[in-house]
């Protein structure tokens, strides 16, 4: 019987940790609700600093990180995170436009960058990929 690759981890195996960061109460909260919908264990923080004080000592599968947020933003945040949590897979948002270089220079740090609003079907599945349900490793090129 084979799963929906949508849905984490049909075995026991525990359930991937994720770390919902956005300013957006509105947003956070959305995103939180549908991933425990799916199976996976959420937390939240409000900006790019409650973040990377969250992960001090904690272990995350997966960052779910906003972009422009106040005191300490998503691009600062991530490469804080990277340097406490190097396996740890970081998922940028932005509802704001970015240039083709911005885009281009953030890809090839091996960032993933979904826009605002999100598409939930095509997050969730990114979701799998990047946790590894389609074994992929951290650092090999996303889904097409």
Known sequence: MTGDPTVPYLTNAPSPQILVVDDDPGTARSLTLILRQQGYQVEMARDG??????????????VLLDIHMP???????C?????????????????????????????????????KPLDIPTLLELLATLLGRNGRRKGSPPPA
Do not use: H, K
Request: net charge negative; proline share 3%.
């Open 71 to 77: 005191r300490l933003d998503g691009l600062q945040a």
């Open 79 to 115: 490469r804080q995170i990277e340097d406490l949590l190097p396996q740890t897979e970081v998922l940028m948002m932005t509802a704001y436009p970015l240039d083709e270089t911005a885009r281009q220079m953030l890809e090839g740090e091996g960032r993933w960058i979904l826009s």
């Open 49 to 62: 600093l409650e973040a990377v004080v969250r992960v001090q000592g904690r272990s995350f599968d997966l």
